[in-house]
């Protein structure tokens, strides 16, 4: 293989002969063989039963670890302390957990059923003038801004998924609630207003194939799934797939998201307790949670943010009709205690309860193991949880494997790659979505997972990767749902500890998940709501209540999170259609002596 390379490096003008070459020599390392110009399995490459042989082969053709937000996410805000030796033991950290990924995954994949392998592999270009590493929101996002720009632009995006690009937000809110029988083939959904849509972005006729992506006249986006770029060569412009093909480029972006966090306690539990855990991100992992949760009696969740409480209210509905025991453990006093003041948490939890979950709060776990066929949970007060399935919902780990042979800087406070204003990490790569650490002039060095960032900064680093040069000033927000009749909406710095002050007042119909969608449209709300700017916001005159409401009456209001007497974060509960009045608030970074009038701001009194 290295005199294939080097052919390759010394004899430019012979580069297709050359690159025949490394492939028939790839194709006798990988059990490929060449046919039509082609590279084909020499035999057919199904899975197996668990413990059959020829699970590395399959691995390396199926076993595909993808990228970027399931909508709604958790971001942190600390000062910037960066040392060489905090970077180093990040990125031994990151390797690790990545490998015990890759593990836990290969032993799910190998209790699948068997499936037909392709009939060939794709033709992989060995030029792309726009490169985009992730098929998630970000790269589409990204995408969909160059052709914007540049309308005969060529752009490829390769990822290690095998699909198409797609939105994750509905894998953990509005395809739980479908009647649809056969929701894991089609992926389509009712959104909250009961219009119907898939996750998808685009269909596959959108999309060129990767191989016409060179001579196609005006040229188009293509994907190359399946494929994951293990090595970017910055000074030669070209990076490496997992197969040893080399692809050059002109601009390339990093949208490579990241991996869900599992507990170091369930990882050490053996493979049994793995085989019985899902860590919850992509396409495949809704459809065997939504398998399992009609297979097994009982199912846990570990973790109280958004993701594990939106899982928790889903299989808690599907539990009053199917009996399943759906249980949520987490450390907090209550859901979405890191993020939402303690009033309102505990408020939260007894509706998750409400949605047929058992709750428990302030639980720690101590140690997991397997035995009488469940998974045990040891907590430290000593209690013991005993299931069928586990799900851990604990966060995400940023995808940065690129960054050593790339020579691209890692935060060592918050993960993920280091960019300037306008999401540039070197002259020629951007980095955009939940991989990217940014500076943010208002509220300082962040990283944020969550959809409308995707969004916004992909758009924003496809339109730099064409020449706009434009910085990133955008307050993204995040939202999320438990279920159809309760939301909110965020944007800035929610954290729980942080002084706050909200403002309620009763609900109404119309104040509602559903009835936001009814209106925008949309089940993805930021999808809209990112293009509008709030200029001269009108005040509702209704006065807002004297005192705090009512025990429980939090049917919709403002929450504010204030730093030094400046509002850095808003949480709008049950309030839609009013971000870009948030968005001001925190951009003017203006101290308030009366909130209770900034709050009239969101017309929160009006019927």
């Known amino acids: 293989m290295l005199k294939c390379r080097s052919a390759w ?31 084909v399995p020499a035999a057919p490459m199904s899975t197996g039963g668990a413990g059959g042989g020829g699970g590395g ?59 037909e392998p392709a009939a060939s592999l794709p033709v992989v270009p060995g030029h ?24 005969g632009a060529k752009v490829l995006i390769v990822t290690d998924e095998p699909d198409l690009p797609y939105m994750r937000p ?8 479908s009647d649809d029988p056969a929701i894991t083939d089609t992926l389509r959904f009712k959104q909250w207003n009961g219009k119907e849509r898939s996750i998808y972005f685009q269909p596959p006729s959108f999309y060129i194939r990767p191989g016409e992506l060179a001579a196609a006249p005006n040229g188009g986006v293509a994907v190359l799934t399946g494929r994951k770029v293990v090595h970017m060569d910055v000074r030669g412009n070209k990076v490496q797939l997992d197969d040893n093909t080399e692809i050059s480029y ?15 306690v369930i990882e050490r539990a053996g493979e049994e307790v793995m085989k019985r855990t899902t860590l919850f991100r992509k396409v495949e992992d809704f459809k065997v949670l939504d398998s399992v949760s009609r297979s097994v009696k009982s199912i846990t969740i570990v973790g109280g943010g958004f993701l594990g409480s939106e899982l928790a209210c889903a299989l808690g509905r599907r539990s009053a009709d199917s009996g399943l025991e759906v249980m949520q453990i987490f450390p907090e006093k209550g859901n979405m205690g890191k993020i939402l003041p303690e009033y309102l948490s505990n408020w939260t939890t007894e509706k998750v309860k409400k949605e047929g979950v058992k709750v428990l709060p302030e639980a720690l776990v101590k140690s997991v193991s ?24 604990v966060g995400l780990e940023p995808s940065v494997d690129l960054a050593k042979s790339a020579g691209l800087e890692v935060d060592a406070d918050f993960g993920g790659y280091r960019v300037n204003a306008e999401l540039q990490a070197r002259s020629n790569i951007w980095v955009a979505g939940d991989a990217a650490c940014f500076y943010d002039i208002r509220l300082g060095r962040r990283r944020v997972e969550h959809h409308d960032h995707a969004v916004v900064s992909g758009r ?9 040069n434009k910085p990133y000033w955008h307050q993204s927000m995040f939202w999320s749902d438990l279920g159809p009749d309760v939301g909110y909406e965020a944007i800035g710095i929610v954290d729980s500890s942080l002084p706050t002050v909200g403002v309620f007042a009763k609900a109404t119909a119309k104040d509602t998940p559903r009835a936001a969608t009814e209106q925008s449209g949309t089940g993805i709300r930021s999808e809209s709501e990112t293009e509008e700017v709030a200029l001269s916001p009108v005040a509702s005159q209704a006065a807002p209540p004297a005192g705090p409401p009512q025990k429980d009456d939090y049917g919709k209001g403002v929450i504010f999170y204030l730093r030094d007497k400046v509002v850095v974060g808003i949480v709008l509960w049950n309030v839609f259609n009013r971000m870009p ?21 969101f017309n929160i009194h009006e019927d």
Request: with cysteine; charged share 25%; hydrophobic share 40%.
């Open 57 to 115: 082969q399959n691995m390396m053709y199926f076993l595909l670890v993808g990228a970027t937000a399931i909508g709604g996410g958790v971001y942190t805000y600390q000062t910037v302390r960066g040392d060489r030796d905090r970077y180093e033991d990040r990125i031994t950290e990151i390797a690790s957990r990545t490998t015990k990924s890759l593990q836990h995954q290969d032993s799910y994949i190998q209790t699948q059923p068997s499936v």
């Open 370 to 393: 397997f035995k009488d066929d469940q998974v045990q949970i040891q907590l430290k007060d000593g209690r013991v949880v005993t299931t069928d399935h586990l799900v851990a919902a």
């Open 128 to 151: 792309a003038p726009y490169l985009l590493i992730g098929g998630g929101t970000a790269s589409f996002a990204a995408a969909r801004s160059i052709r914007a720009r540049d309308p």
């Open 581 to 601: 009045i948030a968005r001001k608030i925190i951009k003017d970074g203006e101290e308030h002596a009366d909130l209770n009038e900034v709050a009239k701001l």
């Open 170 to 177: 509905p894998l953990s809110k509005e395809l739980w609630f």
């Open 460 to 468: 924003l680093a496809g339109e730099n990767m064409t020449g706009a």
């Open 9 to 39: 490096n010394k004899l430019a003008p012979l580069a297709r002969s050359s690159a025949a070459a490394c492939r028939r020599h790839a194709a006798s390392r990988t059990g490929l063989q060449q046919m039509g110009g082609r590279l």
């Open 250 to 264: 002109d601009k390339c972006l990093i949208a490579t998201g990241g991996v869900p966090r599992n507990l170091q």
